[in-house]
């Protein structure tokens, strides 16, 4: 306020300005990327500046072109300086753009300058099954190797199911699962992985193996194909049965011993030791082939041909007298002759080296073992029965029979009277 001369009293109005802030959006270098994976990676950056405003978010975003501005997530923090977190979900074998972000309580967002990396790759296949022979019955070891393709390893074991199937592969017959070592880092690593499996029966089967896989087709490790994990082809495996031939030839024993000799013959095709033949159930030889001349007593001898304790043939060879002798319950005798003739039994002539208790007209029988002869007899012409046995009639006997007369014999035959 001012007094003039005049008496007037003037106002005058005299200020400062005072200068307002220029927010601007927040100010981020340097990105960041460690811990690279094949899907995952820890991004981060470094707000430098939050533009004249506070820090409201903060985070990094991540695409396949440069500048990216989706896949964006904050980080959590809310102030200046340097920050980083994981990130998940990324493609594997892929180049990744990224950079960090901030924005600000003006709603001014802030970009850092793109970076750039390649996340890791990995792809496992199954090579061709081994062996492509296998004998029915008989579990058989399955082999396949599996390729481990990429920048990193597995990182841990896997599974890798081999299926078993016959020609139509529509339905697979049956599957197993073998737990697969993990693969180091190296650019192409290999592990073998084996799985066993019984044929059923021979014929033409098929078996591949899948890498990462369990029977319901889900793996556990994260590859950059996921499609290529069964072998390109079925491999065809030859199953072929286990048979044998067995030879068991009979055999005579002769008069005077208890046994006799026999050459057995043997023979396996396709053979899985243990191979064993037997006689009488004790094993006497583990070849799969050969011929032995083995010792059999009297009567049967079973013999039985076994590979992997499976019977594959069973005979028996028997044992018997030779012609014209008998058993005796020790050996081989020959046996008495025994013989009628004549009409039997009513008037039969028997010849017989022992006739000790004959008695006339009744029934003898000479046993021996396996033989036995009856025979009613009467004494030969000429002869007659003393009681005891057939004697030729002498004069003398008071006994007028045989041939004997009144002439011949007069003392034992009377006189005849003679009628006219």
Not at 56 to 74: A, D, E, F, S
Not at 205 to 227: H, K, P, S
Request: glycine content about 10%; overall charge neutral.
């Amino acid at each position: 306020m001012t007094l003039t001369s005049g008496g007037i009293i003037t106002f005058s109005n005299t200020y400062t300005p005072i200068p307002v802030p220029l927010v601007t959006a927040p100010i981020l270098i340097s990105p960041t990327a460690t811990s690279i994976t094949t899907s995952s990676a820890i991004l981060g950056a470094n707000v430098t500046s939050n533009g004249g405003a506070p820090i409201t978010v903060r985070g990094t975003c991540w695409g396949t072109t440069n500048n990216p501005t989706t896949n964006c997530i904050p980080q959590g923090g809310t102030t200046t300086g340097i920050f980083s977190h994981s990130r998940t979900g990324l493609p594997t074998g892929t180049p990744i753009y990224y950079r960090g972000y901030a924005t600000n309580s003006a709603g001014l967002t802030g970009y850092s300058s793109s970076g750039l990396f390649t996340t890791l790759w990995l792809d496992l296949t199954a090579g061709a099954v081994t062996p492509t022979t296998a004998i029915a019955g008989v579990p058989t070891t399955f082999s396949s190797t599996i390729t481990k393709n990429g920048t990193t390893g597995t990182g841990a074991s896997f599974n890798t199911l081999f299926q078993f199937d016959d020609v139509d592969h529509s339905t697979v017959f049956a599957s197993q699962v073998a737990v697969t070592p993990a693969i180091n880092v190296i650019p192409l690593g290999t592990v073998v992985a084996s799985a066993s499996y019984t044929f059923p029966s021979a014929g033409t089967w098929y078996v591949r193996a899948c890498a990462d896989n369990n029977a319901a087709f889900i793996g556990t490790i994260l590859e950059w194909q996921e499609g290529n994990n069964c072998g390109a082809i079925w491999t065809p495996v030859t199953v072929v049965a286990t048979s044998g031939t067995l030879t068991t030839p009979n055999c005579s024993i002769p008069a005077g011993s208890s046994s006799c000799t026999s050459t057995v013959s043997w023979s396996i095709a396709n053979p899985v030791a243990p191979s064993n033949v037997s006689q009488n159930g004790t094993s006497f030889s583990s070849a799969s082939s050969g011929a032995m001349t083995r010792t059999l007593s009297y009567g049967s001898s079973p013999f039985t041909l076994f590979s992997n304790a499976t019977t594959l043939v069973s005979n028996t060879a028997i044992a018997s007298c030779v012609t014209g002798t008998s058993w005796n319950g020790s050996s081989c005798v020959v046996a008495p002759v025994f013989s009628c003739t004549g009409v039997t039994p009513s008037s039969a002539t028997i010849y017989a080296g022992d006739d000790t208790g004959l008695v006339m007209n009744t029934p003898k029988t000479y046993s021996a073992t396996n033989t036995a002869t009856k025979c009613q007899f009467s004494c030969n012409t000429g002869s007659s029965w003393n009681g005891t046995s057939c004697v030729v009639p002498t004069c003398g006997d008071s006994v007028c029979n045989g041939t004997e007369t009144l002439l011949t014999c007069p003392r034992d035959c009377k006189a005849q009277v003679i009628q006219f």
